[in-house]
């Protein structure tokens, strides 16, 4: 059979993708909605319905925190007392108070990736999303992008305005960084530094669509992706092969089909076996 040839990248990609999209189909992140005055014991039961169901785990902390998490490769769409809604990505983990009420600040605890679309009050409170290694930021009304994986920090503001607050940074007076739309800012906990720079925000909140979407993106960030929300180990077989880029997108409902897609992309083959991911030199095409 002759092979096609395909003019750019673009081509190759799109021409991929119209293979893999109609074996996807259309779920939508699972949302859960609480509210203050909610019944304690039907709440409970909910839970365990909830978590028997869609795999999201939901449960009360002693210390009187709601804390929600997520697995390997699940999302939730969260909607917090305040209607404020809260996306959370595979392998994170969402916490507040259960006695937050109208009054006095907003508080949230993040660990892992979550998209913030915060609800601007009439009293202007403030809502703050607390990090670990002294990190929060804060907002009144806004949305934007946080992942918090070990010593990396990354916040990328798609709307409004918000204040990230590095309380343990060495070189900055005050720790705070005013952040404008289109700001990425990511810190680095050991080294107690940070970088700032301007992207197209819809780059890295596109999971809560269910897509990954690159721009000129390396090879060695997709793979930190694949590994800290999906839980894959990565073998790369030839360390010269993580500086390759591309620009494109790609669904993430299913990781088999992810993988097969990155394949296609990257032109490079991928090998799962489990919860292992190789990375050979060897080129590889979808059939």
Do not use: C
Not at 127 to 139: I, K, N, P, T
Request: hydrophobic residues 35%.
């Amino acid at each position: 059979m002759k092979k096609k040839v395909f003019n750019n990248d673009l081509e190759r990609i799109d021409a991929a993708w119209e293979k893999l999209e109609p074996m996807l189909g259309e779920d939508q992140p699972a949302t859960i909605k609480l509210k203050p005055w909610f019944n304690r014991k039907l709440a409970a039961a909910a839970i365990l319905i909830l978590a028997t169901t869609i795999g999201l785990w939901f449960m009360t902390q002693q210390n009187g925190e709601l804390q929600y998490v997520t697995k390997y490769g699940e999302t939730a769409r969260i909607v917090l007392p305040d209607s404020s809604v809260v996306f959370l990505n595979g392998n994170s983990k969402l916490s507040y108070q259960k006695n937050w009420s109208g009054k006095g600040d907003r508080e949230v605890k993040v660990d892992g990736e979550a998209y913030f679309s915060v609800k601007h009050t009439h009293s202007n409170q403030k809502f703050f999303v607390r990090m670990a290694d002294s990190l929060s930021v804060e907002v009144l009304g806004t949305e934007f992008n946080i992942s918090k994986r070990n010593n990396e920090t990354r916040v990328v503001l798609n709307s409004g305005k918000i204040d990230f607050h590095m309380d343990r940074m060495k070189d900055e007076k005050s720790g705070v960084i005013q952040m404008k739309p289109g700001d990425l800012v990511e810190y680095q906990s050991k080294a107690q530094a940070y970088t700032k720079r301007k992207v197209d925000p819809a780059v890295y909140s596109s999971w809560k669509s269910s897509r990954l979407v690159f721009e000129k993106t390396t090879l060695k960030e997709v793979l930190k992706t694949l590994k800290d929300t999906y839980g894959l180990h990565i073998e790369v077989q030839d360390p010269s092969l993580l500086n390759k880029s591309v620009s494109g997108s790609a669904p993430t409902k299913n990781i088999d089909i992810l993988i097969k897609g990155l394949s296609e992309i990257f032109n490079i083959n991928f090998i799962k076996k489990g919860d292992t991911l190789i990375v050979t030199t060897t080129t590889a095409t979808i059939n």
